[in-house]
């Protein structure tokens, strides 16, 4: 269909071309618009027009990034203009990422002849499911024992050196690998994305994941802890052959699509590009203790080593003393950050003052610096401190304490008269119980009275009738919250050591 616009005869070469070239992209408008006399102003204020215009590239994105990543996965064609792509994975299933070089001749010569190190997870992309990340993966290991969220397929994979997967953090593996050289690692996902959706009826939609690698180069100190670039797409994990089967429907649902709704969608790529991202926040180089990293020799990895070790003992919270006070200047806000584990911003509060870090909102911080340290950065300028899981208050018993004791049961009565007590007064020591375990309370209660943990050999209840029970774990985790006990202590038997008993 041919529609004609009424311009000034001068222009009427220049609109025949134009009518031709977009004859075709016009037609559905033109029958609804009608054919009234339109300026050229009117017809280059389309929406086609619009759409097209806001689909060119800035200026910021034409840079050509150092690396670039490739799944070898296809994109569902079931997703609009202008929205992230979204790649169907089947479980347990080997996918190749390429690793490929991408930078300009004389960029970035440090690397040249040198292993980067890249560092792949799976993450949640929904925030509201990113907030209790941690809960939701320990609640996969529980139901999934011994099994790993993300695998490398090592006999398929082509340039990697020295893979690594920290068996606490089963969403995350590493490698060393040559820029220069080709490089493919092959990876597999285990878990489905409903599993961790809400069941009401079946049927239900599964979550989004994200796929982001992180890649870091060596320090002075051959630690590679230099952030170089970072990328991820977006991915959904269906039971084996269940993603080849969604790809499918995908595609019939668009050929059934009119040419015109067609235009709202992108087509399918045969390949995930994964595009530039901020590098993810809970990455081990932002610790300033020992990480199961790379060092220069390459050595292998230990379970034993660094924060992998389970008998790895946390560095402690910081003091309280060590709030972020409104008067601090921006210099002494720097050095606060970095000692409360906060470096990786550092450069984004370069010129924060401590007034102006406080002043930010919970949402400020978040969208700052995401989720997971957004709530730890927020919490730490708070001042807010991790509630114990028990507290408990204890007094120890002497030879004075049992004679006020004895008062106290004689003036009972009068008490209860006359509402007024002349009773004992009693001084408590509150402990903090966090792990709820007998070897935690010996440990506290030997803290408490100066005294070496060797020198307690067990800890009894007082039951009923004035048996003595043995202090077990399970009965720990069945004291009630602010629970009072006197302590009195029996010589033990056989050495110097002290048997407690809770009274």
Same mark, same amino acid.
């Given at each position: ?20 070239? *977009? ?92 292993? @980067? ?28 024992? %011994? ?11 082509? %340039? ?12 995350? @593996? ?32 599964? $979550? ?92 292998? *990895? ?46 984004? *509060? ?23 340290? %957004? ?18 208050? @204890? ?73 003595? $029970? ?34």
């Amino acid at each position: 269909m041919a529609w004609a616009l009424k311009l000034p005869l001068a222009d009427e070469v220049i609109e025949s071309g134009l009518v031709q070239d *977009f004859d075709s992209s016009l037609s559905g408008i033109g029958q609804e618009l009608g054919a009234g006399a339109y300026s050229m102003s009117d017809v280059l204020a389309l929406p086609i027009f619009k759409q097209e215009e806001s689909s060119l590239p800035p200026d910021n994105e034409n840079k050509i990034l150092p690396f670039q990543y490739v799944l070898c996965a296809a994109t569902s064609p079931a997703v609009k203009l202008h929205d992230e792509t979204l790649t169907y994975l089947n479980q347990g299933q080997s996918y190749e990422i390429r690793m490929l070089d991408n930078r300009k001749l004389g960029e970035l010569p440090e690397i040249n002849g040198k292993l @980067v190190k890249s560092i792949f997870r799976v993450v949640f992309h929904d925030r509201r499911l990113q907030y209790t990340e941690h809960q939701q993966l320990e609640g996969w290991r529980w139901n999934r024992p %011994g099994d790993r969220i993300l695998d490398i397929d090592i006999p398929m994979s082509v %340039g990697i050196i020295d893979p690594r997967a920290n068996p606490t953090q089963l969403n995350t @593996v590493e490698f060393l690998w040559d820029p220069a050289k080709r490089t493919s690692v092959f990876i597999q996902v285990h878990c489905i994305s409903t599993e961790f959706t809400m069941r009401k009826h079946g049927g239900e939609k599964g $979550v989004p994941f994200r796929v982001q690698i992180d890649t870091f180069k060596e320090n002075e100190n051959g630690e590679y802890t230099e952030h170089l670039h970072s990328a991820s797409c977006q991915i959904k994990v269906f039971k084996p052959k269940g993603a080849d089967r969604k790809q499918k429907t995908d595609r019939e649902k668009m050929e059934k699509r009119t040419p015109h709704e067609k235009e709202k969608y992108q087509p399918s790529y045969e390949t995930t590009i994964l595009t530039e991202c901020s590098p993810w926040p809970e990455i081990t180089y932002v610790n300033n203790s020992p990480s199961p990293g790379f060092n220069s020799s390459h050595s292998s *990895f230990s379970i034993g080593e660094g924060n992998g070790s389970p008998n790895h003992q946390p560095e402690p919270p910081p003091p309280i003393a060590d709030n972020l006070l409104p008067t601090s200047t921006p210099q002494e806000a720097q050095q606060w950050l970095h000692r409360n584990r906060f470096s990786t911003f550092s450069r984004l *509060f370069t010129n924060f003052s401590g007034a102006d870090l406080l002043k930010l909102t919970r949402d400020d911080v978040i969208q700052i610096c995401g989720p997971a340290d %957004g709530i730890r950065l927020f919490n730490a300028l708070k001042g807010r401190m991790v509630r114990p899981r028990l507290t408990i208050y @204890v007094c120890q018993e002497t030879l004075e304490l049992r004679e006020q004791q004895q008062q106290q049961q004689q003036q009972q009565e009068q008490k209860h008269e006359n509402g007024d007590s002349n009773g004992a007064f009693f001084v408590y020591h509150a402990i903090y119980l966090e792990e709820l375990t007998a070897v935690e309370l010996t440990e506290k209660i030997a803290q408490l009275f100066s005294i070496s943990p060797c020198q307690i050999s067990q800890i009894y209840k007082q039951g009923p009738t004035g048996i003595h $029970v043995l202090i077990s774990d399970e009965m720990i985790q069945n004291f009630q919250e602010e629970a009072c006990f006197i302590l009195d202590t029996m010589k033990a038997e056989t050495n110097d050591s002290y048997h407690i008993i809770l009274k």
